[in-house]
């Protein structure tokens, strides 16, 4: 699934050039900074490679009142790759690979291949990998496990699927999020047209602040429910509603398929688009909380396979309009 002998090696060579220019730009193997968001992964790690064994941060969490089944995934995964000597940039390092050859690999695999359209992809990731790396990399690393999931959805692999979703959701609870769109996919996939209504509806309702007034509302059904996601019951001083960039950063992909068409769109980017605007419609809902952004992001990081399929389209058509005007002289 994640090579196949037919990739060239200049397109390899592109995505080890990016990961190193983006490695090296944020810092490479110098010290984490003070005050950074990075710190506080860069001491966990540490913390984890001077133990003897596992059991020994269970106990230690268990003693320090913090549950240690909370988002397991990530724990036994920084473990076994502290014990097995990587350092904590080392890891980094990989996990920045990971997301240029995954976003290339599903690019690829729908013949996304014009050098344009690689660049265009791989500065795009770069830009949300700011945030899913350098800010959240728990969920940075959650999502890589989601995008799989979907990539494999697409291909009607239910197993495959299913483990990477079970994956996502151990390494970062807001994967959960995922379970009421699988019972509402199929409906999404046949009435497109009623979903981007919707999805028209919620934003609107974003934009003019009406969604986030809604927020007590929603905090009452939240409880009932029993559904508890910790980054949104944070109160703090947090920024909440409606702002110019998040409205802008929701939007732009929905104009641009509208454009090109909606029929224009490959099974895995039509797959990526009816979860994009679900995960927004839910993002736009959760407006009111703090930290919503957690879950609009997941739709942003998806976006730069729609702007590629935005250019595409439209430099096939440039083409083709072209080689008719040719035909007619």
Not at 14 to 28: D, H, Q, R
Not at 143 to 157: D, E, G, R, T, V
Request: with cysteine.
């Amino acid at each position: 699934m994640f090579y196949r002998k037919s990739y060239p090696f200049r397109y390899l060579a592109l995505i080890v050039a990016f990961t190193f220019s983006y490695f090296f730009y944020f810092g490479g193997f110098d010290p984490i900074p003070l005050h950074s968001d990075m710190l506080r992964y860069y001491d966990f790690y540490g913390s984890l490679g001077e133990l003897s064994n596992f059991s020994e941060f269970v106990n230690n969490s268990i003693n320090a009142g913090v549950d240690p089944l909370k988002d397991p995934l990530f724990k036994i995964l920084f473990y076994i790759l502290s014990q097995l000597g990587f350092t904590f940039q080392h890891v980094l390092l990989l996990f920045i690979f990971l997301f240029y050859y995954i976003f290339f690999h599903i690019a690829y695999s729908v013949r996304y291949t014009h050098y344009l359209f690689i660049l265009i992809l791989f500065f795009l990731v770069s830009f949300w990998m700011t945030s899913l790396i350098n800010v959240v990399l728990r969920q940075g690393i959650s999502f890589l496990f989601l995008l799989l999931f979907l990539y494999s959805l697409s291909n009607k692999n239910f197993l495959r699927s299913f483990i990477f979703l079970l994956s996502s959701y151990f390494l970062h609870g807001v994967a959960i999020l995922v379970i009421p769109f699988l019972f509402i996919r199929r409906f999404f996939k046949r009435n497109l047209n009623l979903t981007s209504f919707i999805f028209l509806l919620v934003y609107v309702a974003y934009i003019t602040g009406a969604l986030a007034l809604a927020t007590e509302f929603l905090k009452v059904v939240i409880d009932l429910v029993g559904i508890n996601i910790r980054s949104l019951n944070a109160t703090n001083s947090y920024i909440t509603g409606p702002t110019l960039m998040k409205s802008i950063a929701i939007i732009v992909p929905f104009i641009l398929i509208r454009i090109v068409g909606q029929a224009t769109m490959p099974s895995i980017i039509r797959e990526l688009y009816i979860f994009y605007l679900y995960i927004e419609i839910v993002g736009m809902a959760y407006s009111g909380f703090p930290y919503n952004d957690r879950i609009m992001i997941i739709g942003w990081a998806l976006s730069p396979f729609f702007i590629v399929h935005f250019f595409s389209i439209y430099f096939y058509r440039i083409r083709k309009g072209f080689s008719n005007n040719d035909k007619i002289c």
